[in-house]
C-alpha cells in the first residue's frame, strides 16, 4: 500500500479540487494514506509571487485541513507543507516549523536566484542564453539544494532534478551534480521523494532520474513516492512506474509521517 504525501489545494492559486475530491482519488487509486502539502507563505512583503497561499491564508489551510480530516477519518490525512528552501531564510522555516501540529514538512527548491524560480515557464529561455547556461542553472539549483540537504529543517526533500523540467540537462554524467546533495542529505538523515510529476512535463522522466537514486540507495537514504497533484486526477498517478524504478535501485521501504515522527513500511509491489 502506498501513500501521496505532495498534494496541493486551490489556496496556492494554480489547483484545483478540494481537499475532499483529492482524498476520495486517493482512496479510488487505492492509497491507503494522503497527505496534503501546499506552498507555503513566505516571509517579507505580500505577495512574494503568484503561486502560493499568502500568510493570512495559513489558519484557513490549517482549517481547510483539519475539516477534511475529520470527515475522511478513520482515512489517515496527514497535514503537511511543502516549504520553499532560501538559504539565509532558514529563520523563516523554524517560525512556520512552529505555526501548526505538522505532520511532516517538505523541503523544495524553485528559487535558483532572487525573482527566479527555476521551473516556471517565464524564465525557460534562460536556458539558451548562453552555451554554458544549463551547466550553470543546474549549478545554482544543486547548491542550493545540498544546503537545503544540510540543514536538518525538513523530513523529506521534493523533486531533486527540478531543473530538467523543460528537458534541460547539462553535457556528461550527472552524478557530479547529485553527490553532494546526497552526501548532505545522507549526514543529516532527511528522506527524499521520487516524483512521478516529471513523467507529465517535458523531461518525460520521474524525478530524479535513475543515477539519482541508485546513488541515494548507496548512501543509505529513504524514500517516499508522491504524486505533488494539483488536480485530484492526479493523485496517486504513475505510482506503478516510481515503485520500478524504487525496486531497481534496490529500496524495499517508504516512509510514512505522523507529527514529524518517521515509521518504515514496505513498499508496495509496482503492479499494484
Ligand atoms: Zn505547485
Ligand atoms: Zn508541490
Redesign the pocket.
Known sequence: MLSDYHV?TPL?R??IGEPAEYIAAARSAGLDEIGFSD?CPMAGPEPFDD?RMDRADLPRYLTMIELARAEAAPFPVRLGLECDFIAGHEGWIEELTKMADWDYLIGSVHYVAPGWDVDNPRYVARFNQSPTAVNEIWTMYWLAYAKMAASGLFDFLAHPDLPKKFGHRPAGDLRRFYEPAIAAAAKSGVAIEISTAGLRKPAGELYPAQDFLLLAREAGIEILINSDA?APAEIGLDFAKAVDAAHAAGFTHTLRFDRRQRRRVPLADGTA
Do not use: N, P, R
Request: charge should be neutral; hydrophobic fraction near 30%; charged fraction near 0%.
Open positions: 496541493h496556492c494554480h489547483a506552498h503561486w494539483h
